[in-house]
């Protein structure tokens, strides 16, 4: 009998102490809560030290997001605005040959054409195009108006030329369907253009040359040896010419259409001429002149507005210029007119290339660039007019002035369009010469 109530004795003691033991817990976590509920910033709690911390870093962050929109405001006095929307990194630009129209290749895989009616303005209607899936725009230019425009297109098995073109309104009377105009259409498309190698460069010419019939050419230089010259109109392929020099930087033409000039691997620059038929259209291309004096591999260059001299940029820390209306076919070779030092320098004091040349449409003033760096300089002289350090957040990828002053404002004023990886294109007035 003493065992057998032993037993329920023992049970009920253990059972007291355990009530006893959880009770006592429950009472001193509601005592440490009431104490951090009317205390929150005891020293004792390392957690209270970290939470001054946090919002210091949530405080710090639309600080330095407001003093970036700060100094943006700021803006370099040749800066008149901003085309935004862009969804990546802005490829390449064009103007309309009135200035009137300014086209964008964006990497989001949208060409962008926007109407510039006062470059001034708040905002800006522009027309979307959409590329076709799996590749993404790398250039682009206008063909034979601002209705037509080419761009190359680099995807998983090469590059692409596609030339898009408005349909003219009908001359009839659905008021409805001419109220707004049709979308540009595909008229011609080539792959494997340059068979699996990207389109570096995208330029178009007016054949006013000689026998030129007034057509649009455009020639697509490759990122590997080869540069290809198109009919704008209709697609076809006109010429094509192989640099042999390892590797191309850039190829362009001359605004009359009888020049084809590239930048490579080399110190020297090679000159092809367009030669026409009688009946205006090109005959064949045929290399007539090489540009010999640099001492290191030429970065850039950019013809005149009369097509009879170049402006060449190299890695040697100089800039030249060219004579090139000279007798080629009597050997006489071209001269170098001027050279000038590359007067942009790093905190150390060693001179830096630059990236891109356009020269603007009276020939007087040159655009050249270093990375984000944007600087104009007298053809003249080769002397600095202005320079604007951080002309854009990211690497400038393309530069074009308009071919005529466009408005801005109460004035007409030439205006320079940069593109850059921060998707973003600016337009900029041209400064004063003094």
Not at 274 to 290: A, T
Not at 357 to 362: A, E, G, T
Request: positive net charge; hydrophobic residues 35%; glycine residues 6%.
């Amino acid at each position: 009998m003493d065992s057998a109530l032993l037993i329920p004795v023992v049970s009920v003691i253990l059972g007291a102490l355990i009530v006893i033991i959880f009770f006592g817990s429950y009472f001193r976590k509601r005592r440490s809560e009431v104490q951090t509920i009317s205390h929150p910033e005891l020293p004792s709690d390392p957690k209270k030290h970290q939470k001054p911390s946090q919002t210091k870093k949530s405080h710090s962050k639309p600080h330095s997001h407001s003093s970036d929109k700060d100094q943006n405001k700021k803006h370099h006095p040749l800066d008149l605005n901003t085309l935004k929307g862009h969804g990546d990194s802005v490829t390449g630009l064009c103007f309309s040959s009135d200035g009137s129209n300014l086209v964008t290749a964006c990497a989001d895989g949208v060409i962008r054409v926007f109407k510039l009616d006062d470059a001034s303005s708040k905002s800006f209607k522009f027309l979307r195009i959409n590329l076709p899936a799996g590749g993404h725009p790398t250039a682009v230019a206008f063909g034979d108006d601002a209705t037509s425009i080419i761009v190359s297109s680099q995807g998983l098995s090469g590059s692409s030329l596609y030339m898009y073109e408005e349909e003219k309104p009908k001359a009839s009377g659905e008021t409805k369907q001419q109220a707004k105009l049709p979308l540009p259409e595909i008229k011609w498309e080539h792959h494997k253009v340059h068979d699996k190698k990207s389109v570096i460069t995208l330029v178009s010419a007016t054949a006013s040359y000689g026998n030129a019939d007034g057509s649009t050419i455009v020639a697509s230089c490759s990122e590997g040896t080869d540069i290809r010259l198109w009919h704008a109109k209709t697609g076809k392929l006109v010429g094509d010419v192989d640099t042999n020099q390892l590797k191309n930087t850039m190829a362009t033409l001359s605004p009359n259409g009888r020049f084809i000039a590239a930048a490579a691997f080399t110190a020297d620059v090679k000159v092809w001429e367009v030669v026409y038929s009688k009946d205006g259209s090109v005959k064949e291309v045929l290399r007539v002149m090489q540009l010999k004096g640099h001492k290191s591999a030429v970065t850039w260059l950019c013809f005149t507005p009369n097509s009879e001299q170049i402006i060449t940029a190299s890695k040697d820390g100089s800039m030249r210029i060219w004579n090139i209306n000279v007798r080629y076919h009597l050997d006489e070779d071209p001269k170098t007119l001027k050279v000038f030092p590359i007067p942009l320098h790093d905190s150390n004091g060693a001179t830096l290339h630059y990236d891109r040349l356009n020269i603007s449409p009276d020939g007087k003033i040159l655009a050249a660039t270093h990375g984000s760096t944007l600087q104009w300089l007298c053809v003249e002289t080769g002397k600095i007019l202005d320079t604007a350090e951080k002309a854009h957040d990211g690497d400038i990828t393309w530069i074009s002035w308009a071919p005529k002053p466009i408005p801005s404002g109460d004035k007409k004023v030439l205006v320079l369009a940069t593109a850059s990886v921060d998707k973003k294109v600016k337009l900029w007035a041209a400064p004063t010469l003094s």
